[in-house]
């Protein structure tokens, strides 16, 4: 016996209008999942991929930050390592947990002609 609140989900379904209420599901999806890239995803893919650069083009002298709040200038740097000067002392830190890079610009960059 099928209770009386499942009897709409088991009524036979129009044929004239069947498929069209499936193509707008199916379109209604695929808005949702393109909404979903190119708000969302394909942002957050372009910024660590421009942080990933960041980090290969590391150099002594460049001021960081690591996430773990840590501020300091590098002074040493190996494959997947990277030694700080923070105050009175030295820390080596992983490459990839470097959060952000405080490089100050040059002259140039920072002054375009209007």
Do not use: N
């Amino acid at each position: 016996m099928i209770p009386h609140t499942f009897l709409p989900v088991f009524a036979p379904v129009d044929q004239s209008g069947g498929g069209r209420g499936l193509m707008i599901f199916v379109f209604q999806m695929a808005a949702i999942i393109a909404i979903f890239y190119f708000l969302i995803i394909r942002p957050k893919v372009t910024q660590e991929r421009k942080h990933r650069d960041r980090l290969q083009q590391l150099k002594r002298g460049d001021e960081v930050v690591t996430a773990g709040g840590l501020v300091g200038e590098v002074i040493h740097l190996k494959d997947d390592r990277v030694t700080l000067k923070t105050g009175e002392s030295r820390v080596v830190v992983q490459r990839d947990r470097i959060a952000e890079i405080r490089t100050p610009k040059p002259v140039e960059e920072e002054k375009k002609p209007s």
